[in-house]
């Protein structure tokens, strides 16, 4: 399983919750057998879908009807079914994110509130020096969080 920092501050949603049911087909989100209506949720890399060994954790997880050989991908996964007192959690930048498809369920006292507003943004970029202060996002500054 992938380690998350845990000195760091993550802004996720909470996309499952005990018991659910939760599955990704073709980077739709399912939760209970529906699919999860997500305007938020940005695929933005355009690179292809791979198995990622950091998503191995999800097997113990597993529904009962999974085929035996699991091979979970950043873009389709599961259906696994969320344990009692643990919760699930995805980025909005669903191409490139740390979230709970890697790092395994979260519990509640890890999570510490409900952000309201995008307060900085920007593109990271290897190519570009100090993307922090010249790739910002502008037109994200100050949007709600919804």
């Given at each position: 399983?992938?380690i998350r920092?845990?000195?760091k501050?993550?802004?996720?949603?909470?996309v499952?919750?005990?018991?659910?049911?939760?599955?990704?087909?073709?980077?739709?989100?399912?939760?209970?057998?529906?699919?999860v209506?997500?305007?938020y949720?940005?695929?933005?890399?355009?690179?292809?879908?791979?198995?990622?060994?950091?998503?191995?954790?999800q097997?113990?997880?597993?529904i009962a009807?999974?085929p035996p050989?699991?091979?979970?991908t950043?873009?389709?996964?599961?259906?696994?079914?969320?344990?009692?007192?643990?919760?699930?959690?995805?980025?909005?930048?669903?191409?490139?994110?740390?979230?709970?498809?890697?790092?395994g369920?979260v519990?509640?006292?890890e999570?510490?509130?409900?952000?309201?507003?995008?307060?900085?943004?920007?593109?990271?970029?290897?190519?570009?020096?100090?993307?922090?202060?010249?790739r910002?996002?502008?037109?994200?500054?100050?949007?709600?969080?919804?």
């Amino acid at each position: 399983m992938c380690i998350r920092d845990r000195n760091k501050n993550y802004v996720k949603r909470v996309v499952g919750v005990p018991d659910d049911t939760l599955e990704m087909r073709d980077k739709v989100l399912y939760r209970n057998g529906e699919p999860v209506y997500e305007p938020y949720a940005r695929h933005e890399d355009g690179r292809g879908d791979t198995v990622h060994p950091d998503m191995r954790w999800q097997s113990g997880y597993l529904i009962a009807s999974t085929p035996p050989k699991y091979q979970p991908t950043r873009d389709n996964w599961g259906p696994l079914v969320v344990p009692p007192e643990s919760y699930f959690v995805l980025g909005d930048n669903r191409d490139n994110s740390e979230d709970s498809r890697y790092w395994g369920f979260v519990s509640r006292k890890e999570i510490r509130g409900e952000p309201w507003v995008v307060y900085y943004s920007f593109i990271p970029s290897a190519a570009t020096p100090l993307p922090w202060m010249r790739r910002v996002r502008w037109g994200r500054l100050g949007t709600v969080i919804r």
